[in-house]
C-alpha cells in the first residue's frame, strides 16, 4: 500500500521537538535525537526536519543538525534559517541529503537556481506554505511577518519549478496539527500544474489521510502528529506505519 513515501516531519525550537496547531503554541514533546533512533528502528522512508526558531537566530544550529546525522540510518531533510548557498553547503556536508527553502525564496528566489545548479535540483525542496484568506481564497503565506502575501499557490508553484526546485511541500496552515485531513483539493491543483513531485503536509490524522494524498497526486505524503501523537488524548508516543 505505502510505495509512496512516508515522511515523519519533526518540528524544532531551541534544540528540542514541538509540535504545534496552525503554527500556534509549540508544545514540547522530546528530544530529537530520541526520535531519529527511534524512526531508525522503524524504517521510516525520510526524515526531516524543520527548525521554526532558526529564521530568529543569527546562524543555524549546525552542532545539532551534525547529532542528528550521525545517528541517522534514513535519508534526511532539513528546513529552517537557511539564507544563502553557504548555509546550504554546510548542511549537505554535515550529511543531510536534502534542503527546502521557505520565505526566503519570496525575497531572494534565485537562490533555489544558484543551490540546484551545484547540487543538483533533486536535493532542493521549497515548501509553500497557504493559508485561507478573509473571503475564503488560498494565498502564499509568510510565516515570519505572519501575513498572506499576494501571490497564487499554483503559479507560484509553477515559478518555483522554473527556478530549479526539484520538489514541493504544499504546506496548510490551517490544517497544521488539526489532524482531520490534508487540503486535498490544492494539492490536487498544484500537482497537475508542475511537473516536479509534491509533498503534501499539514492535517494527517490517520493512514486513510495518507492515501488520499497519494490519490490526489502528491508523492509523498508528511505529517507530524499522526507519527508523535496516540489516541484520543494525544499521548506521546511515537510510530510509523508498515509497509505491509
Not at 524504517?43 to 552542532?63: M, V
Not at 520565505?103 to 540546484?116: Q, Y
Request: net charge positive; proline share 4%.
Amino acid at each position: 500500500m505505502y510505495r509512496n513515501r512516508i515522511i515523519p516531519c519533526l518540528l524544532l525550537k531551541d534544540e528540542r521537538l514541538v509540535k504545534t496547531v496552525k503554527f500556534k503554541d509549540p508544545n514540547y514533546i522530546g528530544d530529537p535525537l530520541n526520535a531519529v533512533r527511534i524512526f531508525n528502528d522503524k524504517e521510516a522512508d525520510e526524515l526531516f526536519f524543520i527548525d521554526i526558531s532558526a529564521s530568529k537566530r543569527e546562524s543555524i544550529n549546525f552542532d545539532l543538525l551534525k547529532k542528528i546525522s550521525s545517528q541517522s540510518f534514513m535519508p534526511l531533510g532539513y528546513a529552517g534559517g537557511i539564507k544563502c548557498l553557504n548555509d546550504a553547503k554546510k548542511i549537505f556536508s554535515i550529511g543531510f541529503e536534502k534542503i527546502s527553502l521557505n520565505t526566503i525564496v519570496l525575497k531572494n528566489p534565485d537562490l533555489i537556481t544558484e543551490i540546484s545548479k551545484i547540487y543538483g535540483s533533486q536535493s532542493v525542496l521549497v515548501t509553500i506554505d497557504v493559508k485561507k484568506n478573509f473571503f475564503g481564497k488560498y494565498y502564499v503565506y509568510n510565516h515570519l511577518k505572519k501575513k498572506i502575501t499576494k501571490y497564487n499557490p499554483v503559479d507560484f508553484a509553477r515559478k518555483m519549478e522554473v527556478l530549479g526546485a526539484g520538489e514541493l511541500v504544499i504546506n496548510c496552515v490551517d490544517n497544521d496539527g488539526v489532524m482531520k485531513g490534508y487540503n486535498l483539493k490544492l494539492i490536487g491543483e498544484i500537482s497537475k500544474a508542475v511537473k516536479i513531485p509534491i509533498v503534501a503536509l499539514g492535517g494527517a490524522g490517520s493512514l486513510k489521510d495518507l492515501d488520499d494524498a497519494i490519490n490526489v497526486g502528491a508523492s509523498a505524503a508528511g505529517a507530524g502528529s499522526l507519527f508523535i501523537y496516540y489516541g484520543p488524548h494525544k499521548a506521546v508516543l511515537i510510530n510509523y506505519p508498515r509497509g505491509d
